[in-house]
């Protein structure tokens, strides 16, 4: 029986570092391929948002020195006397504006109620008509059938700040925002990843990660009047 040789035990250490370091190399790559996956998708993905969102954090921040002339329209009409049994009836039920009177304001008033909740009182419906940039109201007097509409309209930076803020932009916006938010978590979390990955070759990466921590950090604590 041959007995190896110290040479050979020698060999076969250094061949399993290599095959261990090699393994891990390549988990190393496949994960920084992964990372970098990541993070370019959600950057795809959130870019314009991002933009959105950083444009309108400038303008809601200087809001006071953005001067706006809102514009107000309103047009007057009468409701068919055909259709107000049915508003008399959601009057007594207090429920919806009926789906007859919807038509005739988007028809001949170029007016969208939508379904939902009416302010009724004595004589009278009341819908308010909210929207990113601008706010109104109809009123239906359910005795004449008399219509009166009021809209004001704020202007496009109105518009993108309540995009912002996600005012009266419906549960559509509302998801979008939800899943935009998802969306950045991504591009930071594989972003600080990747800083982490490269910090070894760029020495001033964690002082930097620090300062953007410590300043608002700072002005939170020390500059921010709490009331």
Not at 8 to 17: C, T
Not at 67 to 91: F, N, Q, V, Y
Request: proline share 6%.
């Amino acid at each position: 029986m041959d007995a190896s040789s110290p040479s050979d035990a020698v060999a076969a250490d250094a061949a399993l570092a290599r095959a261990r370091a090699k393994t891990r190399a390549q988990a190393r790559a496949k994960f920084l391929r992964e990372v970098v996956r990541w993070h370019w998708i959600s950057a795809a993905i959130c870019l314009i948002g991002m933009l959105l969102f950083a444009v309108t954090g400038i303008t809601l921040n200087h809001a006071g020195d953005i001067k706006a002339e809102p514009k107000t329209i309103t047009r007057d009409g009468e409701l068919p006397p055909a259709l107000l049994p049915a508003l008399k009836a959601a009057e007594a039920g207090q429920g919806e504006l009926p789906e007859s009177a919807r038509t005739w304001l988007a028809k001949e008033m170029d007016v969208k109620a939508p379904a939902g909740p009416v302010e009724w009182s004595p004589g009278e419906a009341y819908v308010a008509l909210t929207g990113p940039g601008s706010d109104g109201w109809v009123t239906l007097n359910t005795e004449t059938g008399a219509v009166a509409y009021e809209r004001t309209d704020r202007g496009w930076i109105a518009y993108l700040n309540d995009l912002h803020k996600g005012r009266n932009t419906g549960p559509a916006w509302s998801w979008f925002i939800d899943i935009f938010s998802v969306g950045c978590i991504v591009f930071c979390v594989t972003g600080l990843l990747l800083l982490q990955l490269h910090a070894h070759a760029r020495k001033s990466t964690w002082p930097l990660v620090g300062l953007g921590l410590l300043i608002p950090l700072l002005l939170a604590l020390f500059l921010i009047h709490r009331g």
